[in-house]
């Protein structure tokens, strides 16, 4: 089992910055990606950002590259997500979410066997 705790989520204006945290717990050693989602009232839960945990790969959602950055801290099995240029169409509650084996693609959700409670981004016009 894999625990996670995601921190950091809040209200921000429009053009603000936010950086969440997602602490991984329990068995992450076999940990092959983490990702963020986000779900937005009466939307489905999207994809946003992914890395790989062993190289360090990236992926993102085309509605945030440039403005979103994906990292993580291999120490302290954190994974953040620094957002950057915040628009009104980024609220939405984050869910982070770990990916233990190389089935779908990372922009799948159906792939992420774990996922936080979530933390809610609300930007602000």
């Known amino acids: 089992q894999v625990q996670l705790v995601e921190s950091g989520g809040g209200l921000v204006q429009a053009g603000g910055s936010l950086r969440l945290s997602c602490a991984a717990s329990g068995r992450t050693f076999n940990t092959y990606a983490m990702a963020w989602f986000r779900q937005a009232p009466g939307n489905e839960r999207e994809f946003v950002a992914a890395i790989i945990w062993s190289g360090g790969s990236t992926y993102y959602a085309d509605s945030v590259k440039g403005r979103f950055t994906i990292s993580r801290d291999t120490a302290k099995n954190t994974v953040y997500l620094q957002m950057n240029s915040l628009e009104p169409e980024d609220t939405a509650v984050y869910y982070c979410?770990?990916?233990?084996?190389?089935?779908?693609?990372?922009?799948?959700?159906?792939?992420?066997?774990?996922w936080g409670q979530g933390t809610q981004v609300t930007v602000s016009s």
């Open positions: 979410a770990a990916k233990l084996l190389n089935y779908f693609s990372v922009y799948d959700r159906r792939g992420y066997a774990y």
